[in-house]
């Protein structure tokens, strides 16, 4: 059963997606959806994803989106990827749900509030509110304090105290790479930078791979911003 | 293995997790944690949940927390759950955990914006922010006319045009049930109105029962805005 993944790279759930079937094996096509072209509103994709967002997959005829529910599907439904990504241990497992609950309404919500007001809206000439930003960054430094005293705490070097990386560090440290840190958010943050080296080392070399449109991106507006600091 | 069950009946995923331990006959002790004395902050309490929300769970050792992880967990540890509530079909349940997930940064985040800012802020004398109010409210009408138009399309009472309810329809009622009609939020939305009966008369009598001190503090509320409204 063919299995088609819509994504953009450019999209933090998406690239999760991407290395999670690449690093497992998973046999794919990649269908890009360009949402600076505004492909994610085209009917075609619709049919998929009717909520308009990527990422979305179609295994055969049965349609998915979220990507937290997509990485959960994928992990259960193709036998060869390793246990430690979605552990069957009740326990385990649900402590890995925990981690992914928590996130949309802390890590994600803050940095998506963040980086949409500081860096998305002004590259495309969109009003900006200066106090979701505000809101938008407290919530992120106060996610990554959490991550960073909380949930790393233990003697793994993953969430949870586990010794391999689970759904969670992947859709976590996706997240992450959106941001910048010329504001500083990341660097008072020590557990959460070892964190992050130690997730992409785990997922070498496809983390790089997947990640290299984001970096692209992010230099080429490093540019524009020194640019217009010293015109 | 005694299970806890840490709560404030008050809180909407605390009434979703009481109503499906007693619905699938799982022993367990209420623990009220009162929201509004501060209970959530004491240090007992963040032994057993850090974030100091509710609901979180002790079963024997294994404490957790986040709701949609808890009903994961315990429809899946505990043998005398149905499976309609969280299916063992790995597409089945791919849907249900798509509800879960969209549920969080749509129908939950529009709620809790709209209902701080227009009924327990001004209740707790706390600083109102209207713009939030208003975005609260945007962003929960579009999640109702979602539920009515997409997740109830199809043939069945409920969500995903299944013929038994499942925990996102558990969690979703839920929610609704946090609101007042009387700006017309639900009214518009037919299908929803409709689907809320249903899943009221599934859940019954556990429903009305877990619901009473909610219903009870709304007419309270109800009869101080009459009041205030006649002065």
Chains 1, 2 share one sequence.
């Not at 990827?81 to 890590?107: C, F, G, M």
């Not at 557990?191 to 983390?207: E, T």
């Amino acid at each position: 059963m063919s299995l088609k993944v819509y994504v953009d790279r450019l999209s933090q759930p998406s690239r999760a997606l991407l290395i999670f079937c690449k690093l497992n094996g998973i046999e794919f096509e990649e269908v890009p959806i360009d949402l600076s072209k505004g492909q994610h509103k085209s009917p075609e994709f619709e049919e998929v994803n009717p909520m308009k967002q990527v990422p979305a997959i179609a295994h055969g005829t049965f349609v998915l989106f979220e990507s937290h529910a997509i990485l959960r599907y994928l992990a259960s439904a193709f036998p060869g990827v390793a246990d430690h990504w979605y552990p069957t241990d009740l326990q385990k497992r649900a402590k890995i749900e925990s981690v992914l609950d928590w996130h949309h309404s802390n890590l994600r919500r803050g940095s998506v509030g963040y980086i949409f007001n500081t860096i998305l809206a002004p590259a495309f000439g969109l009003p900006t509110n200066p106090q979701a930003a505000a809101e938008g960054k407290k919530l992120l430094s106060a996610s990554l304090a959490t991550i960073d005293t909380f949930w790393l705490q233990k003697d793994g070097s993953f969430l949870n105290g586990n010794s391999q990386p689970s759904l969670a560090d992947l859709s976590l440290v996706c997240e992450i790479m959106q941001l910048e840190d010329r504001d500083s958010i990341l660097s008072p943050h020590k557990n959460v930078l070892k964190w992050i080296d130690d997730v992409k080392s785990a997922l070498a070399p496809h983390f790089d791979e997947i990640h290299a449109t984001l970096f692209k991106v992010k230099e080429m507006f490093e540019k524009k911003r020194s640019a217009g600091a010293s015109s």
